[in-house]
């Protein structure tokens, strides 16, 4: 008689698959605020993070605020108490951001669970944050992102911000003690992204900034590595 064994295999053991750390992002504001938002996003996605749509998906959450009028800043102090709701793990930034009561940070103040709290353009600080909270794993396969990075916009427009800040401190307005004196940005960057944007398929620009008449006074007009033929034809 002839007895077959069959030989006893491992059962192997599920591979969890790699799922790249996820950040939410709340964007309340202006324009600029938006801009801004874009940068952070554009960087965030570079690196590998994935975007989340709904608190419950996000590792970690970004708010960020606008402080001009009192409805504003009750909308960004909401958003803000929401996110530490749903989530736990907030960083704020934005024009609230600068925001002084009483010589505490408001939003500290308010919030005192957020992660971290920054101003407006703060980019970098931001990144900063989200490293030290939320670390990324190495992946060598991070998927690639558009030159002009991505935007929050429909496809067809986009804003194009040419300066931070202002130089005028009129009685009725708080910008410039929250996002500071002018500062414009080089006319070869400005260029460049739009020229990327128009290869993006965006066919509607729209140029914002604090006081848009006063760009290039800081610098003087300086020109950069960009011909002044080339910026007349674009």
């Not at 009750?74 to 793990?89: C, H, P, Q, T, Y």
């Amino acid at each position: 008689m002839t007895v077959t064994v069959a030989a006893h295999r491992p059962r192997k053991q599920a591979v969890k698959a790699w799922r790249a750390p996820s950040v939410g992002f709340v964007s309340l504001g202006c324009p600029k605020a938006l801009v801004d938002s874009e940068l952070i996003i554009t960087q965030l996605r570079a690196e590998g993070y994935a975007t989340s749509a709904s608190y419950g998906d996000a590792d970690l959450v970004i708010v960020n605020t606008c402080g001009f009028i009192d409805a504003a800043v009750k909308e960004s102090l909401d958003a803000i108490g929401e996110a530490l709701a749903e989530n736990g793990k907030v960083i704020v930034t934005g024009c609230l951001g600068a925001k002084k009561d009483g010589g505490e940070n408001l939003i500290a103040k308010a919030h005192p669970k957020v992660l971290a709290v920054t101003g407006p353009h703060a980019a970098g600080e931001v990144l900063d944050h989200v490293h030290r909270h939320l670390p990324k794993p190495h992946d060598p396969y991070t998927d690639l992102v558009p030159p002009a990075g991505i935007k929050l916009t429909p496809r067809h427009y986009a804003y194009l911000k040419i300066s931070e800040g202002c130089n005028h401190r009129c009685s009725f307005c708080i910008i410039p003690s929250m996002r500071g004196d002018l500062v414009s940005r080089p006319i070869g960057d400005v260029m460049r992204e739009a020229e990327n944007l128009l290869k993006q398929g965006v066919r509607e620009l729209l140029v914002i900034s604090q006081d848009t008449s006063a760009y290039g006074v800081d610098v003087r007009y300086q020109v950069g590595f960009v011909g002044v033929a080339r910026c007349a034809r674009v």
